[in-house]
């Protein structure tokens, strides 16, 4: 397949406009809906669905795009390799997957202090679920993967080193004006009567776990895209979620944490390859692992 294509849907998908698509990549508008409906042709599915004010992806376009956005990153991290090759550069990039709640803190951090120590060093950052993280390491393509064995949970595999971090306690992200805001732990059956939003199916397993426990069933009546509408919803009263506890820090203003009595519990884990392991990916293990560890 022609990648520059996929860059061309991705571009429509992000504008919303097949017009304004065309204006950013200077093409003319029928030149763009000439490469969506080739593309479409090559898959067999339409990709996009026109709406009053523009085009959206369909369900199997929105899952496209996802795979074409990431695709079409690391083709872009190829070129610039070779291009680092060709004027000098040394050392191979550190390539550092993390799961959405670990990118979103501790795993930035962690890199900021290895960055301290070694100096300059060429690195990147893909968020993922676990499993396809896990997959990534195999596959060569992540040197370090920061994941979690929530729910399904962590395979056993002799290609990857497994190390383990800490454990992680899930806590409940509510709203300012919750209530329960501002309280201390509270138990589950507290909660019963909520309404709980979920954007995971892991999250959501470890919420059924912790509530089945304690005898009651939540009611997770909606479900959001990512973290970003799980806290958004959150934030405007219609819900409240369980989320890591790695999180509470890099919260937005206006949702605040309860803890759980006997909260449920994540592991973290790094994963690396055992062959040709990457130098640097054992110093940001250790730089991860201070996270966990309790200050004296």
């Not at 396809?132 to 060569?140: A, E």
């Not at 290609?159 to 992200?173: A, H, N, Q, S």
């Not at 990916?281 to 309790?294: I, N």
Request: charged share 20%.
């Amino acid at each position: 397949m022609d990648l520059a294509v996929w860059r061309t849907f991705v571009t429509v998908c992000r504008l919303g406009s097949l017009a304004a698509a065309a204006d950013e990549l200077h093409h003319t508008q029928s030149a763009v809906s000439r490469q969506i409906a080739g593309l479409e042709r090559q898959i067999g599915v339409p990709l996009l669905e026109r709406h009053p004010r523009g085009v959206r992806p369909t369900p199997a376009g929105e899952v496209f795009r996802r795979h074409a956005l990431t695709t079409l990153n690391e083709a872009d991290r190829a070129v610039r390799a070779a291009r680092d090759v060709r004027d000098g550069a040394s050392g191979r990039p550190l390539a550092v997957g993390a799961a959405p709640s670990l990118a979103s803190g501790i795993v930035p951090e962690a890199v900021r202090d290895l960055l301290r120590q070694a100096g300059s060093i060429r690195w990147s950052l893909s968020p993922g679920l676990s499993a396809g993280l896990h997959q990534r390491v195999i596959d060569g393509d992540l040197d370090i993967a920061v994941v979690t064995d929530a729910p399904p949970g962590l395979p056993q595999d002799p290609r990857v080193e497994r190390r383990f971090l800490g454990l992680d306690d899930m806590v409940v992200v509510l709203p300012v004006d919750h209530p329960r805001a501002g309280g201390g732990p509270v138990h589950m059956r507290t909660l019963a009567d909520e309404t709980w939003v979920e954007d995971n199916d892991g999250s959501a397993a470890l919420l059924r776990q912790h509530a089945a426990r304690a005898g009651v069933s939540p009611r997770i009546d909606l479900a959001a895209a990512d973290l970003h509408g799980k806290l958004a919803l959150v934030a405007t009263g219609h819900a409240i979620a369980l989320i890591p506890g790695v999180l509470t820090s890099a919260l937005r203003a206006d949702v605040t944490t309860v803890s759980l009595v006997d909260p449920p519990t994540r592991g973290i884990y790094t994963l690396t390859p055992h062959q040709d392991p990457h130098p640097w990916a054992a110093p940001l293990h250790d730089h991860l692992a201070t996270a966990f560890t309790p200050a004296d």
